[in-house]
C-alpha cells in the first residue's frame, strides 16, 4: 500500500551520485529533503533544489547538531538514509589498522550514531523509516574491496537486528544494496598506502589488485546510473510497509547474489576470482 502524504527526509551524503539523485527524486514527488555533507563550500544549495546540512557523520556533535536543525525548521523527521560513505581498494594485510578505521568509522559508525540521534524522535512518535545503503558487496566478500566489503557486512546485521528492535514502536529499517553505479565512488576511491609502489615499495598483491581494480572501475563506469537507486528508494519510502532489503543493478548482477546463496562456496569464490582475474 502506498503512501500519499509528503515526509521530512534527511539524507546524508547527498552532495552528489546515489544520495544526490535520491534526494532530487524525492523533492520531485513533493517530499521535503534535507541533504548533508562535510563539506558546504562549494556546495549550491540553490542549483540542488533542497537545503544542505554540514554534517560530519564521523562526529557525534555534528550529528545532532545536523538533526536537531531539521526538527527545528521542519518539526518532525519522518525518513533517514544513512548514505554517506566511501571506499577503500588494496589487500587486507597491506591495510593498516588505521586505514581500516577509518573506513568503519564513515560507514559504519556514521550510519550507527545517525541511528542513535534520530531513534527516540520515531519512538516518541511512534513511527519511523531508516534505510541504511548497503551494497552488494556487503552480502559477498570481493577481492582487493575487502574492508569495505567488511564495513557493509556489518551494517547488514547492524540493520537485520535493529529492524526486529525497533518494529514494535513502529519504525522500519530497510537496507538498499546497489550494484555497480556510475558515480564519481569510483574516481574518490581511497587507495591504501602500502598498495602504491612509491610508499613501501610494490605490494606483493600489487599485480593481481591492479586487474582487479581495473575490471572493478570498469563495471562501475559502465553500471547503472544512479537514478535506479533513486527510483527503488521512492518506492520504499512511499510503501507502508517495505521490505527489509532491496537489490539494485542489471540482472547479472542480481543473479551473483542469488548464486552466492545457492551454489557451494568454493565453486562461487572460484568463479569471482575469474571474473575478476585474480
Given at each position: 500500500?502506498?503512501?500519499t502524504?509528503?515526509?521530512?527526509?534527511?539524507?546524508?551524503?547527498?552532495?552528489?551520485?546515489?544520495?544526490?539523485?535520491c534526494?532530487?527524486a524525492?523533492v520531485?514527488?513533493?517530499?521535503?529533503?534535507?541533504?548533508?555533507?562535510?563539506r558546504?563550500?562549494?556546495?549550491d544549495?540553490?542549483?540542488?533544489?533542497?537545503?544542505?546540512?554540514?554534517?560530519?557523520?564521523?562526529d557525534d556533535?555534528?550529528?545532532r547538531?545536523?538533526?536537531?536543525?531539521v526538527?527545528?525548521?521542519a518539526?518532525?523527521?519522518?525518513?533517514?538514509?544513512?548514505?554517506?560513505?566511501?571506499?577503500?581498494?588494496?589487500?587486507?594485510?597491506d591495510?593498516?589498522?588505521?586505514?581500516?578505521?577509518a573506513?568503519?568509522?564513515?560507514?559504519?559508525?556514521?550510519?550507527?550514531?545517525?541511528?542513535?540521534?534520530?531513534?527516540?524522535?520515531?519512538?516518541?512518535?511512534?513511527?519511523?523509516?531508516?534505510?541504511?545503503?548497503?551494497?552488494?558487496?556487503?552480502?559477498?566478500?570481493?577481492?582487493?574491496?575487502?574492508?569495505?566489503?567488511a564495513?557493509?557486512?556489518a551494517?547488514?546485521?547492524?540493520?537485520?537486528?535493529?529492524?526486529?528492535e525497533?518494529?514494535?514502536?513502529?519504525?522500519?529499517?530497510?537496507?538498499?544494496?546497489?550494484g555497480?553505479?556510475?558515480?564519481?565512488?569510483?574516481?574518490?576511491?581511497r587507495?591504501?598506502?602500502?598498495?602504491?609502489?612509491?610508499?613501501f615499495?610494490?605490494?606483493?598483491?600489487?599485480?593481481?589488485?591492479a586487474?582487479?581494480?581495473?575490471?572493478?572501475?570498469?563495471?562501475?563506469q559502465?553500471?547503472?546510473?544512479?537514478?535506479?537507486?533513486?527510483?527503488?528508494?521512492?518506492?520504499?519510502?512511499?510503501?507502508?510497509?517495505?521490505?527489509?532489503?532491496?537489490?539494485?543493478g542489471?540482472f547479472?548482477?542480481?543473479?551473483a547474489?542469488?548464486?552466492?546463496?545457492?551454489?557451494?562456496?568454493?565453486?562461487?569464490?572460484?568463479?569471482?576470482?575469474?571474473?575478476?582475474?585474480?
Amino acid at each position: 500500500m502506498a503512501r500519499t502524504t509528503s515526509r521530512v527526509i534527511l539524507i546524508t551524503g547527498a552532495r552528489s551520485g546515489i544520495g544526490r539523485a535520491c534526494a532530487t527524486a524525492l523533492v520531485g514527488q513533493g517530499h521535503r529533503v534535507y541533504g548533508t555533507s562535510r563539506r558546504l563550500a562549494s556546495v549550491d544549495a540553490a542549483a540542488l533544489g533542497y537545503p544542505m546540512l554540514a554534517m560530519d557523520v564521523d562526529d557525534d556533535g555534528s550529528i545532532r547538531a545536523g538533526v536537531d536543525e531539521v526538527l527545528k525548521t521542519a518539526g518532525r523527521l519522518d525518513v533517514v538514509v544513512n548514505n554517506a560513505g566511501f571506499g577503500y581498494g588494496g589487500a587486507i594485510e597491506d591495510t593498516s589498522i588505521g586505514e581500516a578505521k577509518a573506513l568503519m568509522e564513515t560507514n559504519f559508525f556514521g550510519a550507527l550514531r545517525v541511528c542513535h540521534a534520530v531513534l527516540p524522535h520515531m519512538r516518541a512518535r511512534g513511527e519511523g523509516l531508516i534505510v541504511n545503503v548497503s551494497s552488494i558487496g556487503g552480502l559477498m566478500g570481493l577481492p582487493f574491496q575487502g574492508l569495505y566489503s567488511a564495513s557493509k557486512f556489518a551494517l547488514e546485521g547492524l540493520s537485520a537486528s535493529l529492524r526486529m528492535e525497533v518494529k514494535p514502536f513502529g519504525i522500519y529499517v530497510v537496507l538498499l544494496e546497489p550494484g555497480d553505479i556510475c558515480t564519481s565512488f569510483t574516481s574518490n576511491r581511497r587507495t591504501v598506502r602500502a598498495a602504491k609502489d612509491d610508499a613501501f615499495g610494490a605490494s606483493v598483491y600489487h599485480e593481481r589488485y591492479a586487474a582487479a581494480l581495473s575490471r572493478i572501475e570498469a563495471d562501475e563506469q559502465g553500471g547503472s546510473p544512479p537514478d535506479v537507486v533513486a527510483r527503488a528508494l521512492l518506492r520504499i519510502v512511499n510503501h507502508r510497509s517495505p521490505r527489509p532489503r532491496y537489490v539494485v543493478g542489471p540482472f547479472y548482477e542480481r543473479i551473483a547474489v542469488w548464486a552466492s546463496r545457492m551454489l557451494p562456496a568454493g565453486l562461487f569464490e572460484r568463479i569471482l576470482m575469474t571474473y575478476y582475474g585474480v
